[in-house]
């Protein structure tokens, strides 16, 4: 018989919670191993123990990140107008990104990405892209698309997504217009 983890998921939560803030409040380069540990008071041997080290903690990140899209926008109810489904779909982006800054950053913006590296954080956000894909399929199959694929049409949304976060955080719109800004991009795709 093995020895009983010591670091269970409740942990897990807690030091990636912990990565959370302390990137949200000081930046992706004041990322410890370390720091995590104390911010979660735990040990840094929970942190190797459970992400590897610093590049599998960021890329635990990115994987929670992606989980809470992918969430998110499965939980959407499809109504019979799927070009509306698709904005609130993006709408739930916009939420993510509003909620969690630091997760945004670092799931969408990080250079060089781990997850070019990552299998756990590619695995995650092509399981995220995948429901926006069925989002999309659904325009396809009302005749909403025109000639655009499937495939193109997911990434363009998606791009205006990711866009619209990013502006949407630097600033540039008034925070009593942001949403309007994001629904009247209903005619992207």
Request: negative net charge.
């Amino acid at each position: 018989m093995g020895r009983p983890r010591e670091h269970d998921e409740r942990t897990a939560d807690s030091l990636l919670a912990a990565a959370e803030r302390i990137v949200q409040e000081d930046g992706a380069d004041a990322l410890s191993v370390r720091g995590v540990a104390r911010e979660a008071r735990t040990t840094t041997r929970a942190v190797y123990s459970l992400f590897g080290a610093k590049d599998g903690l960021i890329a635990a990140l990115m994987a929670h990140g992606f989980g809470l899209l992918q969430e998110g926008v499965a939980r959407l109810p499809e109504t019979s107008a799927p070009d509306q489904d698709l904005v609130e779909a993006g709408l739930v982006f916009r939420r993510y990104a509003v909620e969690h800054p630091a997760l945004f950053r670092i799931t969408f913006q990080s250079n060089p990405s781990p997850m070019r590296t990552s299998a756990p954080a590619r695995a995650a956000g092509m399981a995220a892209l995948a429901v926006l894909k069925l989002r999309v399929v659904r325009l396809q199959e009302a005749g909403r698309l025109d000639d655009t694929d499937v495939d193109t049409a997911t990434l363009s949304f998606h791009a205006v997504c990711e866009g619209l976060a990013g502006l949407e955080l630097r600033g540039n719109f008034a925070s009593h217009d942001a949403e309007r800004q994001w629904r009247d991009r209903k005619s992207v795709v």
